[in-house]
């Protein structure tokens, strides 16, 4: 889902006009960067809420090189969805992964024996 999305579902759900949808959405949307900008965490009951962590600086390892490096401190973004929201969206979720994982399995069960049979002609 986009803005246009957002704006046509406000649109449909409002009854509003499409000017009035898109001054609706951009409002939102600034009111809660202006917030997260000055500091304040945006908190939405059902949905989550977004705000800024200050990280620390640390020391880190270059996996190429095995060398230490400093990483400076900063400031992240990070949106933490509400326990309802998370819920939602594992359930949704449930049904597909079994069934990912059993034919996944069963792909890699049926590929190890033609593999054998493959290494077996090259040997003679």
Do not use: C, H
Request: positive net charge; hydrophobic residues 45%.
């Amino acid at each position: 889902m986009n803005k246009l999305d957002l704006v046509r579902s406000a649109v449909d759900r409002l009854e509003l006009s499409r000017r009035d949808a898109v001054a609706l959405i951009d409002g939102v949307f600034d009111d809660i960067q202006a917030a997260v900008i000055s500091g304040d965490p945006v908190k939405i009951p059902g949905f989550g809420q977004f705000k800024v962590r200050d990280r620390a600086a640390r020391m880190a390892r270059n996996p190429a090189t095995g060398e230490q490096v400093k990483v400076p401190a900063k400031r992240v973004f990070k949106f933490l969805p509400a326990k309802a929201l998370k819920e939602a969206v594992m359930s949704k979720r449930g049904g597909r992964g079994t069934a990912r994982k059993k034919a996944a399995s069963k792909a890699t069960a049926r590929k190890a024996p033609a593999a054998r049979k493959a290494a077996g002609r090259k040997k003679r």
